[in-house]
């Protein structure tokens, strides 16, 4: 079946530090790969999103590129923020079987410290 | 954007209760809801599939019997954990897929209920 491995965390780095989160998947065909984000006590949002081979998704600074050669989806940030310290999952969706509910990692705490 | 509300956002309650949490989307009519499960600082879980007007599917190891889902319309989905105790708290998160999107279009979340049973 479809798995998605995520680092463990916390991760914890200082304001403007570089960021990787990285994330492996497994899956059947060619899923789409999505990253959220938990800030405490809320739900998910979604944070970027890719859909085929070699699309880079990018939103507030974040970017992660669908690597088929590797199943890799790592989440990057140039700089990161205090406000930037939530937990996020990265997660596919399987488009082979047309399932539309989502697979999540175990999800990676990012503590950024001023 | 699309906005997925759930409701409430906490709950507190004796064992033996049985309580309903409501997902609707507010902007997009939703064919397929998903129910997810979420135990403290772990991943969210699938429980199930709620599908408008037919019934829900549910994944191995969740007994159907002990939550139930009702989906009557297109914008509203409700999970009940009937008769719940201790090891029924958790957080539980709805999400929405919009009728008109395309198969690689994400979900839209809702903020998610804190369930706690006494």
């Known amino acids: 079946g479809n798995s998605v491995t995520q680092m463990e965390g916390p991760v914890t780095l200082s304001e403007e530090a570089f960021l990787t989160i990285n994330c492996t998947y497994t899956a059947t065909g060619y899923p789409s790969l999505f990253w959220y984000v938990q800030y405490p006590g809320e739900g998910l949002q979604l944070l970027l999103k890719a859909t085929k081979a070699d699309d880079k998704g990018s939103n507030k600074g974040f970017e992660a590129t669908y690597r088929k050669e590797t199943t890799s989806f790592h989440l990057e940030k140039g700089s990161v923020q205090v406000s930037d310290s939530a937990v996020y999952f990265c997660?596919?969706?399987?488009?082979?079987?047309?399932?539309?509910?989502?697979?999540f990692g175990s999800g990676t705490r990012l503590q950024v410290q001023p | 954007g699309a906005v997925v509300s759930q409701h409430p956002s906490r709950v507190i309650c004796k064992s033996g209760t049985s309580v309903k949490i409501e997902c609707r989307s507010l902007d997009f009519q939703a064919t397929t809801m998903f129910w997810y499960r979420q135990f403290p600082k772990q991943s969210l879980m699938l429980m199930a599939t709620s599908n408008e007007g037919s019934k829900a599917t549910y994944e191995q190891g969740v007994e159907k019997d002990k939550f139930l889902i009702n989906h009557a319309s297109l914008t509203l989905s409700t999970l009940t954990v009937t008769s719940a105790h201790p090891e029924d708290s958790s957080f539980y998160i709805c999400?929405?897929?919009?009728?008109?999107?395309?198969?690689?279009?994400?979900?839209?979340f809702g903020d998610g209920t804190r369930l706690s049973i006494l």
């Open positions: 997660a596919l969706s399987d488009r082979v079987t047309g399932r539309r509910a989502l697979t």
């Open positions: 999400s929405a897929v919009d009728r008109e999107a395309v198969s690689n279009q994400p979900q839209h």
